[in-house]
């Protein structure tokens, strides 16, 4: 399983990134996929979840409105849009494969290594 | 929205020696599917989270006995039974009815 961020870097306030996750080494349309990211010095906090199909999508509040989660399944990525940027969405955003067992909607079983999201003027 | 607080917040372990860490849940993590939704990391520095155990008690693949979990409704308890130097990172406690929301972290240092 390989899961690789990109996209990251530098935004001012209110501007916009989008995130990109290029996934290998299962089948990624079996998969419901997941974002968490962690402050720096942090803990870590979900931040939304799509279903294989993109059929179910789940944000957590604080980013309800503000950033967009997709899939494009023949080319195994996700992404992440991201846009009205706050100082506080800073972190590194981890993009990260939900467990099969169970019917949480996107715990993480496998991660990438993360992309830094700095948001600062 | 489930809030999970671990303790300690950080644990110095001598080598060989166990470790205990404890997270508590405000609401039981126990589903209407009859599964409870209790997930361990270990994240160590300058690495991604890797999961330890799923639903309270299972190993994820690969991950050596040593560690263990157990626990009911809404507390829960991971155990290392030997800490080694590999064993030193951050510990969280993540549970999994939507909002899905992660415990504070515990450091463990040797």
């Known amino acids: 399983v390989q899961l690789v961020e990109s996209g990251g870097g530098l935004v001012k306030p209110g501007g916009s990134l989008r995130l990109s996750c290029a996934a290998s080494g299962f089948t990624f349309t079996s998969y419901t996929m997941t974002w968490v990211r962690q402050a720096p010095g942090k803990g870590l906090e979900w931040v939304s979840s799509?279903?294989?199909?993109?059929?179910?999508?789940y944000y957590a509040d604080s980013v309800e409105g503000r950033f967009t989660i997709s899939r494009d399944n023949p080319k195994n990525s996700l992404y992440l849009q991201m846009s009205s940027l706050r100082d506080e969405d800073t972190a590194v955003y981890y993009c990260a494969r939900k467990i099969l067992t169970g019917n949480s909607r996107g715990v993480p079983d496998y991660w990438g290594q993360g992309t830094l999201v700095t948001v600062s003027s | 929205e489930i809030m999970l607080t671990q303790t300690p917040l950080s644990l110095s372990v001598t080598p060989g020696q166990p470790a205990s860490i404890s997270c508590k849940s405000n609401?039981?993590?126990?589903?209407?599917?009859?599964?409870?939704?209790l997930y361990w990391y270990l994240q160590r520095s300058g690495q991604s989270p890797q999961l330890l155990i799923y639903?309270?008690?299972s190993r994820f693949s690969g991950v050596p006995d040593k560690f263990s979990g157990s626990g009911s409704g809404t507390d829960f308890t991971l155990k290392i039974s030997r800490v080694e130097a590999e064993d030193v990172g951050l510990y969280y406690c993540?549970?999994?009815?939507?909002?899905?929301?992660f415990g504070g972290g515990t450091k463990v240092e040797i």
């Open positions: 609401q039981s993590l126990l589903h209407s599917d009859g599964r409870t939704y």
């Open positions: 993540m549970q999994g009815i939507q909002p899905l929301t």
């Open positions: 799509i279903s294989t199909s993109s059929t179910y999508i």
């Open positions: 639903e309270i008690s």
